[in-house]
Structure formats: structure tokens, C-alpha cells
């Protein structure tokens, strides 16, 4: 992609709407309608994490849908390095995810098992057939060891992997591109607490390392609280408050942002490493 002014922010998110239509309820009326977006709009610049909270069904999910260009906006707009991503031809489109990958909240459903850890972490640059096959297991072993895993790892099968493993293996297929930006869609939900504070750890090195911006989407306010330095709370499709993670703890304004911050037994000061366990190993 061609760079953006220094000053202009790395992902540009404009009054997003996403309609969908239902199944008509009888033969001739109008098919009914569901807005799960109704005009979503924020900025995050470069090596800066935004965090997006919300309950099932405030429209985070087709948020991040949105973001990957994985479906198409009823109206607004998605720019990434001042490029809007729905207004590509499909060629550039595949060129620019070098710069923009998702890691998925399943660590289980979104590694193929009868793929190898090498065909699926290579799997972005097979895409972009920019590598050679040689190339590509090279920069697998790199990526997994930069996750805490084995260069060895890349003939192994997601089944030999517990859960947390397995999430390294999705957080090293985001990376394997270099990407400038990485979504997350719950990354952590499905992992045994003590397994999340090790993940939630290795995302925040590899963020100081590397200087990877983070869209962070989860219905968790704690784990916003951790890596972000901004949220936005989603409530049934609309941003209804927005601002740094300890200001909306001590002083929420909107009801459906006290709930969440009540839901949380105890927050833990933002941008503090999480206790994973005395010598933890990854898991």
C-alpha cells in the first residue's frame, strides 16, 4: 500500500452501517430488516491498541468482519493508510493484507487439523505467493519462536497443541506477514484464565517489539483494561461512550458501560503484565 502522511491515522473507521435482511415473514411484505451497525466511526494510529467492548449481539463481531473486509458495509467507509478497503479491485485488496490480519477467537476451529503448523502459519504468505515454499517454513519456525514456541513445531498437528499453544500458532499466522495492524476478535474468551494472562503478556511484548497496532475485540472489560490504550464501548450497534480505560472504569457515563464495569470483580492497573504463574511455561 502507498504510505499515508505521518499524521494521518492507521486505520480510519467512518460512519459504518451494515443492514441485514431477513427472511420475509409472509408472501408479499417487505423482508424485515436488522441494523447490526448504525454509523460507527473512530481512528487508531499506529502502534496504539483500541479495545472494542461489547455484549453478543452489540455488533463488535461484524465490526471486525468489516475491518478484514471479510463483508461489505451498507454504507461508510474503512481506511486503512488513508485507502479504503472496500473500494479496492480484489488483486490490491490481497496485496494490502500483508499489512492487516485477524487472530480469531476459537483456538481450536480456526487451525485445520489436517494441516501441519507450517502449512497453516504460512498460510497469509502462500496468498501472497511472495515466498518461495523454503522461504515460507523459514519464516514459519521464525514466527513461532518469536511466540514462545519450537521452530520444530512447524511438522506438528494442531491436536499435539493445548489450547493456549494453539492460540500462539493463530497470534504467529497473524504475524507472519509483518503486519502493521492485527484484529483481534476475543482472543483470549476461550482460554482458562491463567492461560489468558500469558497470551494477553505475549501480545503486549510483541506490541513493544515490533510496534503492532491492535483493534482488541472483546465482551471483557478487564482484558481491555490490559492492552488498550482506548475503548469504545458498543451497545446494540452504536458507540455510546469512548475514552482512556481508566476513565471509563472510575467514571462511566453510560448505563450499559456501568453494567460491564460491574461485571468486573477486580481491575488490575492498565498496561501492568498479568501474573501468568511463578516459571509458567507456554501453554
Do not use: W
Amino acid at each position: 500500500m502507498t504510505a499515508a502522511p505521518h499524521d494521518t491515522p492507521l486505520l480510519q473507521v467512518r460512519d459504518l452501517v451494515r443492514t441485514y435482511t431477513l427472511p420475509r415473514e409472509k408472501l408479499f411484505s417487505a423482508p424485515p430488516t436488522v441494523q447490526a451497525l448504525k454509523g460507527v466511526s473512530f481512528e487508531l494510529h499506529a502502534g496504539q491498541s483500541l479495545g472494542i467492548v461489547g455484549e453478543s449481539g452489540s455488533g463488535k463481531s461484524t465490526l471486525a468482519r468489516l475491518v478484514m473486509a471479510l463483508d461489505q458495509p451498507t454504507a461508510g467507509q474503512v481506511l486503512l493508510e488513508g485507502q479504503d478497503l472496500h473500494r479496492m479491485e480484489a488483486a490490491a485488496l490481497q496485496r494490502a493484507r500483508k499489512d492487516f490480519q485477524m487472530v480469531f477467537q476459537d483456538p481450536y476451529g480456526s487451525l485445520d487439523p489436517r494441516q501441519t503448523v507450517e502449512r497453516i502459519v504460512s498460510e497469509p504468505l502462500q496468498a501472497q505467493k511472495t515466498a518461495s515454499r523454503a522461504e515460507q517454513r523459514e519464516r514459519a519456525s521464525q514466527v513461532l519462536q518469536q511466540v514462545g514456541l519450537r521452530a520444530q513445531d512447524v511438522d506438528k498437528y494442531p491436536h499435539e497443541f493445548s489450547g493456549g499453544q494453539r492460540q500462539r500458532i493463530a497470534i504467529a499466522r497473524a504475524l507472519i506477514t509483518k503486519p502493521r495492524l492485527i484484529i483481534a476478535d476475543e482472543p483470549v474468551s476461550a482460554l482458562d484464565v491463567s492461560v489468558q494472562a500469558q497470551v494477553l503478556n505475549l501480545m503486549q511484548d510483541l506490541q513493544r517489539e515490533h510496534g503492532i497496532t491492535y483493534l482488541l475485540i472483546s465482551h471483557d472489560l478487564a482484558v481491555i483494561n490490559h492492552l488498550c490504550d482506548a475503548v469504545v464501548v458498543l451497545y446494540q450497534g452504536e458507540i455510546v461512550e469512548r475514552g482512556a480505560p481508566s476513565q471509563l472504569f472510575q467514571h462511566a457515563q453510560h448505563p450499559y458501560t456501568q453494567k460491564l464495569v460491574q461485571a468486573v470483580p477486580q481491575v488490575r492497573p492498565r498496561r501492568h503484565r498479568m501474573p501468568a504463574g511463578i516459571g509458567a511455561s507456554p501453554v
